[in-house]
């Protein structure tokens, strides 16, 4: 009895070829006839074939036993040959989801079926993700005689394309966090685009046909001609950079910086636009400053000429330093601190090329200080938990340079899962050098101001004083003799007596407010005190005076710096508070000593308090000239509310 047999079911002696198409009864009543060489070497080409083929490929016989396996599939689902063949693909996988079953069953039947994606539990939990496709096989007297499936792992496909879709999530977290987006324009069709940040910030949508026009409508009438002139220019260089006004809903005025080019010789611009709001006000807020403290140099002696034109120069630089820090480093953090993106603004702050720093850990911008103190792992440990994390700080360059940095680490959160930071880096370099020297000419202008007080004081007493003293003495002769003549001048004498002992009362009284000769002679708790009592006989104001018995001489600068505090803390109550006492509190411990100064009286309307570019509390002149002192001595002034009236404290550090 002949029968047909399939390529794939006949071998010469091995163990896989033994399984046929045929049932066991047509092969042992089948005639025995020698194989023809011509067939077995299809047979050994074929087998071949089918393991080498670069593609994974089962074969399998109705009850879905392995038949042929090609390396591929071994390899993909991490087989062996040997412990395969023959046995059931069910076996196997014992876990094989119950659709493949269904999909094997119409194979058999004559279907084909095929998935673009699909996911296999393996034995060890982890996920395969595979695009299959599976079709009967057979030969002309048995078409259905087992199922032939072809395999392909998009594990790795998948992962990449989860990655891209996260990075550009980042991306654009990073662009919001930052408050800048991202636009396209065709100066050819005045056709633009707009990142989804730049619309948030405009307060357009994608979804207006006119959001262009409308983007143009809102920018400041005064900025609109010459943003037009921009983008004329823009059309021909291919270069485009400018700053303009625009009147974004609901928040107001906005400053804008914008900056693009055209990356092709006939192609669109791209480019970003950074809301520069807060810088622009900075410089507003460091400019009014300036023009106040150019008021007072002012009014100055003219011994200080040249000192204000030291300050005044120092000033105008610091304002083109200001004005000229535009670029910042914006990159991206995995959850462990190692670095996604690098945009050029961290490459020319860094030094840095992209190649070289993606992929390390952040913390290699961190003086080894830093490093060994674990800075850069708890600075990732307060923005995750706060969502935001922002200090000024010692940075590294690549050549092993240090510059001072302003540094912004923002959470990045998708579905309550920390994701990655975004970081925002700004060398400030030379604003703090530039802070350092005007804290340092502040210092030298409030020690003139003192030997200039001191001066006057010295003048009025010694001078003035001794003068009218000379001209009491005077009238008084004058007096007498008038009075043995019986003149009638006594009663303008005495009056001029009167005015006399009064003028030199004030002189005296205005001297020792200039100076207190009894603060360099007896030290700080006599002059308090001879103050306070002249204080409370010139305002009818009570003031409690208690200071520890543990005040003893201080230096001169402290001396100084506390007594002006007590004398500018006592004027202020007395012209503002309306208030009938006031506490003043001196003690010191191991390491500070203390000051406070208290009224009971109105308190400082909430509209009236102001803050300085550290963000403490300035009132005016006087409270600048207080906090400038006390900065000089490492020490810190505070004024707030004290329910009721007003409290002024100083905390200096003991030498």
């Known amino acids: 009895m002949s029968s047909t047999r399939s390529p794939f079911s006949a071998s010469s002696g091995s163990e896989e070829s033994d399984v046929a198409t045929v049932s066991v009864r047509e092969r042992l009543s089948a005639p025995t006839y020698a194989v023809p060489e011509s067939i077995k070497k299809e047979h050994a080409l074929l087998s071949a074939f089918v393991e080498h083929v670069p593609a994974a490929i089962a074969m399998f016989d109705r009850s879905m036993r392995y038949l042929r396996v090609s390396n591929r599939w071994l390899e993909i689902f991490n087989l062996a040959r040997e412990d395969i063949i023959g046995h059931s693909q069910y076996e196997v996988f014992p876990n094989i989801p119950e659709r493949w079953k269904d999909a094997h069953r119409r194979c058999l039947e004559g279907a084909t079926e095929k998935v673009d994606e699909d996911v296999l539990i393996q034995a060890d939990g982890t996920e395969l993700r595979l695009c299959w496709e599976a079709q009967p096989w057979g030969d002309l007297s048995m078409p259905n005689s087992g199922v032939l499936v072809f395999a392909e792992d998009i594990t790795a496909r998948k992962q990449v394309e989860h990655d891209r879709v996260a990075d550009e999530t980042r991306l654009r977290a990073a662009q919001s966090a930052a408050e800048i987006g991202t636009w396209e324009w065709n100066p050819a069709s005045g056709m633009g685009t707009l990142s989804p940040a730049l619309h948030q910030m405009f307060g357009t949508s994608p979804t207006d046909r006119d959001y262009l026009a409308k983007w143009m409508t809102r920018v400041y009438p005064d900025d609109r001609r010459r943003l037009e002139l921009e983008m004329e220019i823009a059309a021909h260089t291919g270069v485009m950079e400018f700053e303009y006004r625009y009147q974004r809903p609901k928040l107001g005025l906005r400053w804008y910086y914008c900056k693009g080019r055209r990356l092709s010789q006939h192609g669109s611009l791209f480019g970003v636009v950074i809301d520069i709001t807060e810088r622009r006000r900075a410089e507003d807020e460091l400019k009014h400053e300036r023009d106040q403290f150019e008021t007072a140099v002012q009014e100055r002696t003219l011994e200080l000429a040249s000192f204000s034109e030291e300050l005044r120069r120092s000033e105008e630089q610091f304002r083109l330093l200001v004005e000229g820090v ?67 700080g010692w940075r590294v360059r690549k050549d092993g340079s240090r510059f001072w940095a302003n540094v912004v680490l923002t959470a990045l959160f998708e579905g309550g899962v920390l994701r990655g930071f975004a970081k925002v880096t ?140 007590v004398q500018e803390g006592l004027t202020n109550i007395h012209r503002h508070s309306g208030s009938d006492t006031a506490e003043i509190h001196l003690h010191r411990d191991f390491s500070h000593i203390m000051l406070d100064v208290r009224d009971r009286g109105k308190g400082i309307p909430d509209s009236a308090y102001r803050h300085d570019a550290d963000g403490a509390v300035t009132l005016g002149v006087g409270v600048r000239g207080m906090r400038e002192r006390v900065r000089q001595l490492g020490g810190s002034l505070e004024i707030g509310p004290a329910n009721p009236g007003t409290i002024l404290r100083v905390i200096l550090p003991t030498l």
Not at 334 to 349: E, F, K, P, T, V
Not at 366 to 372: A, F, K, L, V
Not at 379 to 386: D, V, Y
Request: glycine letters at 6%.
């Open 426 to 565: 700004r060398d400030i370099t030379e604003r703090k050098r530039t802070e350092r020297v005007v804290r340092e000419l502040s210092g030298r202008l409030l020690k003139i101001q003192d030997e200039e007080r001191r001066r006057l004081a010295r003048e009025l007493h010694d001078s003035t004083g001794q003068l009218l003293s000379a001209l009491s003495l005077n009238l008084t002769v004058i007096k007498q003799s008038d009075d043995e003549r019986g003149g009638e001048t006594a009663s303008i004498i005495t009056e001029c007596l009167a005015l006399t002992d009064e003028a030199a009362q004030e002189i005296r009284t205005l001297s020792y407010l200039l100076h207190p000769p009894l603060l360099d002679q007896a030290g700080l708790t006599h002059a308090l005190r001879w103050y306070v009592d002249g204080f409370m006989h010139r305002t009818s104001i009570k003031v409690d005076l208690k200071m520890t018995s543990d005040i003893e001489r201080l230096p001169e600068e402290y001396e100084l710096t506390l007594f002006r505090i």
């Open 326 to 392: 535009q670029d910042y480093a914006i990159f991206m953090l995995d959850i462990d601190g190692h670095i996604l993106s690098w945009n050029l603004g961290a490459q020319r702050i860094k030094g840095y090329t992209p190649h070289e720093i993606i992929g390390k850990h952040f913390s290699v911008f961190y003086p080894s200080q830093d490093i060994r103190a674990d800075k850069p792992a708890r600075e990732l440990e307060i923005a995750a938990k706060e969502g935001r994390f922002e200090e000024e």
